[in-house]
């Protein structure tokens, strides 16, 4: 019998992926209703400003008549009342990237804003329509720390596909971005608690560590063992996110 053969030690790395459906996501978000339909009304004070701009006297011994063109910003407070519904208009749309995922959902707003008041109900000042597109996109990162404990950031964002503002009279813009940004900043909020809840709920560690340990491999021919190759792990091996459609 031959003698036994020892052979050199060679280094190898094992990567591991983690795979997280689209599905998971997108329930955790089908579970807020403003990321459904919501309708809101409200009162409010404003701080508005209106730029001016006029011709005004500046006369010297040489041109008496001389006249020079002056710019200045008026500032008025002012009462507002408005009216906004906010419906979905589509489903999600998933954009890969790396470790990460966009999630992105169309949403369309329509309402009404305007002052308050008998006068601004004479100048007709009181109900001004508006409507708009907005994509609402949920950023979502996966990494885990050094306890194999998953890390899931998550941060939403708005795409105006409309201008953030109305002209309420000439010159005087009333803001309306905040009317639907912000109950739906609050929803994405609970949205990315629950989402992070739904990746970040897994026992990497425990699962790791059924790998993670030294084994032995038997080398076999024809039935018969003729040695073994042994593993040894003795670092960290690479660990990777994929996101996927799998249910």
């Not at 730029?51 to 507002?80: E, F, G, I, Y």
């Not at 890969?96 to 707003?109: A, Y």
């Not at 491999?217 to 039935?223: A, I, M, Q």
């Amino acid at each position: 019998m031959p003698p036994p053969v020892s052979l050199p030690t060679s280094h190898s790395v094992a990567l591991m992926q983690v795979a997280i459906s689209y599905n998971a996501i997108s329930e955790a978000l089908d579970d807020i209703k403003e990321l459904q339909s919501f309708s809101k009304s409200a009162r409010e004070k404003l701080t508005l400003k209106k730029h001016m701009s006029a011709n005004v006297p500046a006369p010297t011994l040489k041109h008496p008549l001389r006249m020079v063109r002056k710019d200045w910003d008026v500032t008025v407070s002012q009462d507002t009342a408005y009216t906004i519904n906010v419906a979905r208009t589509g489903g999600f749309a998933f954009t890969p990237n790396g470790n990460g995922l966009r999630l992105s959902v169309p949403i369309g707003f329509s309402g009404q804003v305007g002052f308050t008041g008998d006068i601004a109900k004479i100048l007709s000042l009181n109900k001004k329509d508006f409507s708009g597109q907005i994509d609402l996109n949920v950023d979502i990162l996966v990494d885990v720390d050094p306890n194999w404990t998953p890390i899931v950031t998550v941060k939403p964002s708005f795409d105006w596909k409309d201008k953030a503002q109305i002209e309420i009279v000439g010159g005087i813009w009333i803001p309306i971005a905040k009317y639907p940004n912000n109950p739906l900043q609050k929803a994405l909020n609970r949205g990315a608690d629950q989402i992070r809840q739904r990746i970040a709920n897994v026992d990497l560690k425990t699962k790791i560590s059924k790998l993670w340990t030294a084994k032995a491999f038997p080398l076999t021919e024809r039935g018969r063992t003729f040695g073994y190759c042994n593993d040894d792990p003795k670092m960290h091996f690479s660990l990777a996110f994929r996101f996927n459609r799998a249910s």
